[in-house]
């Protein structure tokens, strides 16, 4: 319905005090029901063209927003004031309108777009593949080499892909049977040197970044047991050929947006997201076991080879062994005068050796240092020598006081080196692992693995 005025008053913004006059003159010129809605049309007109607050600061900087108020509301009677303000008021609200579904659409394309990216993800990891790419043996400890003791993951690995592999990535999990949060939950990666061919094993000791979660692990725990699982191959190519992994936080995303916009194959995405889901639970679950066994079968091996190395290392065997000090011009020297030999089924052509030069009715040995001395020609199996070694006369050897008694002297092998510098029976089983072993076989048997 149209509201119209005739011979009302009417608004005159020639001047301030005029604008404020006629305004009230306006305003009481309409029943009391009407008074109310006059003042927010007043409003209504006064932002007419204004767009946000952007627009605002600016008309009102300018001065700008003073000049259209006062042409929206000049001329006008009260009645008029009201009817183009809802005029005003239904325009500004179908745009708004239109604003509102063209962002929604907009919105809904992004969404799309992003499942599409998403689900391509989804689509291209290639499970079986990945599976095919097996860890034999996982283990965490400290790494024995150098000076540094340092966090270290062990691996050993078959490539079934039937493709050569120059980088992995996997997912480890560092947990201790029994407790709920693990002590590492995280992924690292491995550029293999000369990369893997198909059907080829190897066994790595990886160091991860010392500011990292795996530098933090406890190492001191032997109740620990880690597992592991690829989640992304490289090829020779450097290209990934395994499709790149879909991480937790995106799948849950995938999840969220399908709902949100009403995705037509949510069903078949949730499918496949919930089977990932399913076969990630059941690896957690079911390579503890597997993981545990394999590392105890790795460890009772390395015992039996250790063994085995020990016995072997006896039978390089110092059936005499004598100290004493020989005159050499004005000078005594010291001299460790050995008979050696050398039942091994192995040429040995340096020998590692503990020697312990001790006297009755002492606890504590003159001596107990090591030495090493190179054969020249080696030792064939079952030969016999007589070395006569001249230690530097300034060593722990050369200060043995003479007045102590007459020493005895004990030597045992304790490393052997092969032809060309090859390290023979060096296999070895620290007490460190022989803990390890004892935990694990305790776990085993606690959860019933078999």
């Known amino acids: 319905m149209m509201l119209t005025g005739c011979g009302k008053p009417k608004v005159d913004t020639s001047t301030d005090e005029k604008l404020k006059s006629?305004?009230?003159?306006?305003?009481?010129?309409?029943?009391?029901?009407?008074?109310?809605?006059?003042?927010?049309?007043?409003?209504?007109?006064?932002?007419?063209?204004?767009?946000g607050l952007g627009d605002l600061f600016t008309l009102a900087q300018t001065g700008a927003l003073e000049q259209q108020a006062k042409a929206q509301l000049n001329g006008k009677t009260g009645l008029e004031i009201i009817t183009e303000a809802r005029r005003v008021a239904a325009e500004k609200l179908e745009?708004?309108?239109?604003?509102?579904?063209?962002?929604q659409q907009q919105e809904?394309?992004?969404?799309?777009?992003?499942?599409?990216?998403?689900?391509?993800?989804?689509?291209?990891?290639?499970?079986?593949?990945?599976?095919?790419?097996?860890?034999?043996?996982?283990?965490?400890?400290?790494?024995?080499?150098?000076?540094?003791?340092?966090?270290?993951?062990?691996?050993?690995?078959?490539n079934g892909t039937g493709k050569a592999v120059s980088r992995a990535y996997f997912q480890g999990v560092l947990l201790t049977p029994g407790r709920e949060i693990p002590w590492v939950d995280s992924t690292f990666n491995y550029?293999?040197?000369?990369?893997?061919?198909?059907?080829?094993?190897?066994a790595w000791?990886?160091?991860?970044?010392?500011?990292?979660?795996?530098?933090?692990?406890?190492?001191?725990?032997?109740?620990?047991?880690?597992?592991?699982?690829?989640?992304?191959?490289?090829?020779?190519?450097?290209?990934?050929?395994?499709?790149?992994?879909?991480?937790?936080a995106e799948?849950?995303?995938?999840?969220?947006?399908?709902?949100?916009?009403?995705?037509?194959?949510?069903?078949?995405?949730?499918?496949?997201?919930?089977?990932?889901?399913?076969?990630?639970?059941?690896?957690?679950?079911?390579?503890?076991?597997?993981a545990a066994i394999a590392e105890r079968d790795g460890l009772l091996k390395q015992q039996t080879?250790?063994?085995?190395?020990?016995?072997?290392?006896?039978?390089?065997a110092f059936e005499r062994a004598a100290y004493y000090m020989e005159q050499n011009g004005f000078i005594k020297e010291p001299v460790l005068d050995l008979v050696v030999r050398n039942n091994t089924d192995?040429?040995?052509?340096?020998?590692?050796?503990?020697?312990?030069?001790?006297?009755?009715?002492?606890?504590?040995?003159?001596?107990?240092?090591?030495?090493n001395y190179t054969i020249k020609g080696g030792m064939k199996p079952g030969e016999v020598q007589r070395f006569k070694l001249s230690p530097n006369m300034f060593s722990e050897w050369g200060k043995v006081s003479q007045e102590r008694g007459v020493p005895t002297l004990t030597v045992k092998a304790q490393r052997l080196e092969g032809l060309d510098e090859k390290k023979l029976f060096e296999a070895e089983f620290t007490d460190e692992a022989a803990a390890r072993l004892a935990t694990l076989q305790k776990i085993i048997e606690q959860q019933g693995w078999k």
């Open 22 to 51: 006629s305004l009230e003159k306006v305003r009481a010129s309409l029943p009391e029901t009407q008074r109310a809605e006059l003042d927010e049309s007043v409003k209504t007109l006064a932002f007419a063209n204004v767009d």
């Open 95 to 103: 745009r708004q309108k239109k604003a509102d579904e063209l962002r």
């Open 108 to 158: 809904r394309e992004r969404n799309l777009a992003e499942i599409a990216g998403l689900r391509a993800k989804l689509d291209d990891e290639s499970p079986d593949l990945l599976s095919s790419f097996v860890i034999e043996r996982a283990a965490f400890g400290k790494s024995t080499a150098g000076f540094i003791r340092e966090n270290c993951i062990e691996l050993s690995v078959r």
């Open 191 to 202: 550029e293999i040197s000369g990369g893997l061919e198909a059907g080829e094993t190897a």
């Open 205 to 248: 000791k990886l160091t991860p970044n010392m500011f990292g979660d795996w530098a933090k692990a406890p190492t001191e725990r032997t109740d620990t047991i880690l597992i592991v699982r690829p989640v992304r191959l490289d090829g020779a190519n450097g290209k990934c050929f395994t499709g790149e992994p879909l991480s937790e």
């Open 251 to 290: 799948a849950q995303r995938l999840r969220q947006l399908m709902t949100l916009v009403q995705y037509e194959d949510e069903a078949k995405v949730t499918s496949k997201l919930d089977a990932r889901a399913k076969a990630e639970a059941d690896w957690r679950k079911t390579a503890v076991a597997r």
């Open 305 to 316: 080879e250790a063994a085995a190395a020990k016995a072997q290392l006896a039978k390089f």
């Open 346 to 371: 192995q040429v040995v052509t340096r020998f590692h050796a503990r020697g312990v030069l001790s006297v009755p009715g002492r606890a504590t040995p003159l001596v107990n240092e090591e030495f």
